[in-house]
């Protein structure tokens, strides 16, 4: 007896990385590969970063407190926008925001945003509040407190599901 299964729909992978202080990893280019869009949550450090990461996937970035001189300087303190896999019409996909620290968050994009990413303290975080997922990709510039290097990655699926995971940077 043969089966027959519909054919996989696509998916959009998304890479989140933060906190890269001006140092972009070999290790975090080659994970972030094949990404369909890069989203950096602040302490960029080095615009020049941004264009590197630009040759893999468009990027959406965020200032973080570190930001404070030249270009990086005039990155916006906040960015939202949509995740929309191929095959679904632009604007339709689950809404991200994104800010540089965790208690700039407004009460308000709990409740409108499917995926809130954010940065600064180094530690990765994953939360799930009802249909809102949490991120903190960590960090993976210079290490600070004793904490992994990592960043994470976001598959949106034709559904709209949301399928997060940490990875490290190391080794």
């Given at each position: 007896m043969?089966?027959?299964s519909?054919?996989?729909?696509?998916?959009?992978?998304?890479?989140?990385?933060?906190?890269?202080?001006g140092?972009?990893r070999?290790?975090?280019m080659?994970?972030?590969?094949?990404?369909?869009?890069?989203?950096?949550?602040?302490d960029?450090?080095?615009?020049?970063?941004?264009?590197?990461?630009?040759t893999?996937?468009?990027?959406?970035?965020?200032?973080?407190?570190?930001d404070?001189?030249?270009?990086?300087s005039?990155?916006?303190a906040s960015?939202?926008?949509?995740?929309?896999?191929?095959?679904?019409?632009?604007?339709?996909?689950?809404?991200?925001?994104?800010?540089?620290?965790?208690?700039?968050i407004?009460?308000a994009?709990?409740?409108?945003?499917?995926?809130l990413?954010?940065g600064?303290?180094?530690?990765?975080?994953?939360?799930?509040?009802?249909?809102?997922?949490?991120?903190?990709?960590?960090?993976?510039?210079?290490?600070?407190?004793s904490?992994?290097?990592?960043?994470?990655?976001?598959?949106?699926?034709?559904?709209?599901?949301?399928?997060a995971?940490?990875?490290s940077?190391?080794?």
């Amino acid at each position: 007896m043969s089966t027959s299964s519909e054919p996989q729909r696509p998916s959009l992978r998304v890479g989140v990385l933060s906190d890269t202080h001006g140092l972009l990893r070999p290790r975090v280019m080659e994970i972030l590969s094949g990404c369909d869009l890069l989203l950096h949550a602040g302490d960029v450090g080095d615009i020049s970063l941004l264009r590197a990461l630009r040759t893999l996937a468009p990027v959406t970035a965020v200032r973080g407190n570190v930001d404070t001189a030249g270009a990086v300087s005039e990155l916006p303190a906040s960015a939202h926008g949509t995740l929309d896999p191929p095959g679904t019409a632009s604007g339709e996909g689950p809404v991200y925001r994104m800010t540089h620290r965790r208690e700039d968050i407004p009460l308000a994009w709990f409740s409108d945003s499917r995926l809130l990413v954010f940065g600064h303290s180094h530690r990765p975080e994953l939360e799930r509040r009802g249909e809102c997922l949490l991120l903190n990709p960590g960090a993976c510039g210079h290490r600070r407190f004793s904490l992994p290097l990592t960043v994470a990655v976001v598959t949106v699926t034709a559904e709209g599901r949301l399928e997060a995971e940490i990875l490290s940077v190391e080794g």
